[in-house]
């Protein structure tokens, strides 16, 4: 993991680029800097948000946003399509997303389609499982102990959100028809690479999972 500025960190797997911000590592005093550079309409979600993590989140993904469109000379915001993936409609050659959980925010982009997700890892949740994973991933699960199925299950999970995402399908394909299991994910007719990676933050740690088209599967 690299620094690409003050701070923001940066992973490239194969020809994703994930930037990464740790909230908690923010003075306030650089939170105001961030919200100055995001655009017009993020700085209008972001007021009617109450303060707190919910707002810092905002902010931080905002800053994101807007460091990705400086590199490439986007002018206009992302557009939301039907299934919630976002999208420059001016320069669809940036491909991009993002995802946030507690104090860490996360932007991926590429040329190709791609999703990400992040999560800390917590205790497994079974119910969850067996109502959402695939048969074979419910299965392993079950395999292992406590710690390894809690690991388990949010390599999978953020696994199967990065795919989805991905996809561009929102929840209109059911999580339990594809696994994850694999680096390589086939779902409705296409094929995804999965790249995953544990980062650990003192007494915490939370899995970065990233999912990209493969363009020539047939």
Known sequence: MKVTG?????????????WLLFLEEIPDEDFAK??????G?????????????KKRQSIGAGYLLYLLRKKYSIETEPTVLSGGKPVFLDNESVQFSISHCGETVVLAFGKRPLGVDTEYVREANLKLAERFFAREEYQYLLLLEDEEQADAFYRIWTGKEAVVKA??????????????LEETV?????KYELHRQKVILGENSLWISAAQLVKDFL
């Open 186 to 190: 086939e779902m409705s007719g296409n």
């Open 34 to 39: 961030m919200y100055a550079h995001c655009s």
């Open 41 to 53: 309409e993020r700085r209008k979600k972001i007021e009617r948000i109450k303060p707190g993590l």
């Open 6 to 18: 003050s701070i923001v960190k940066e992973i490239i797997w194969a020809d994703i680029v994930i």
């Open 167 to 180: 996809a561009g399908c929102g929840l209109s394909t059911p999580l339990n028809v594809f696994s994850v």
